[in-house]
């Protein structure tokens, strides 16, 4: 089994910035891919970011050029920087990890999942 323990959300005005962190434990050595979903109010759950073993990234076309993702495989960590934050932006964030290495799957399909942490932007 695999944990995942979100920590960063919080309450950041439209325009602002926050960095969600992501701890991993537990079995790593089945962790290929790693990276966020988000549901919103209403929403569907969907991929916000993912980066794989070896570094690829790919992001929501919503997000792009506002955030970034980073991995550090020593510390079996993965980060979100979310700049210039929209309040559309507002939403709960999970971190997860998949065992394949293609980027986390659409619709939620990752096995390994966080607790969720809450982002809000208000307007």
């Known amino acids: 089994q695999v944990q995942l323990v979100e920590s960063g959300g919080g309450l950041v005005q439209t325009g602002g910035s926050l960095r969600l962190s992501c701890a991993a434990s537990?079995?790593?050595?089945?962790?290929?891919?790693m990276g966020w979903y988000r549901q919103g109010p209403g929403k569907e759950r969907e991929v916000v970011a993912g980066i794989t073993s070896v570094g690829s990234t790919n992001f929501a076309d919503s997000v792009k050029g506002r955030f970034t993702i980073s991995r550090d495989s020593a510390r079996n960590t993965v980060d979100l920087q979310m700049n210039n934050l929209k309040p559309e932006d507002t939403a709960v964030y999970y971190c997860?990890?998949?065992?394949?290495?293609?980027?986390?799957?659409?619709?939620?399909?990752?096995?390994?999942w966080g607790q969720g942490t809450q982002v809000t932007v208000s307007s």
């Open positions: 997860a990890a998949d065992i394949f290495d293609y980027g986390l799957p659409s619709g939620g399909g990752a096995p390994y």
């Open positions: 537990g079995n790593i050595a089945s962790i290929k891919a």
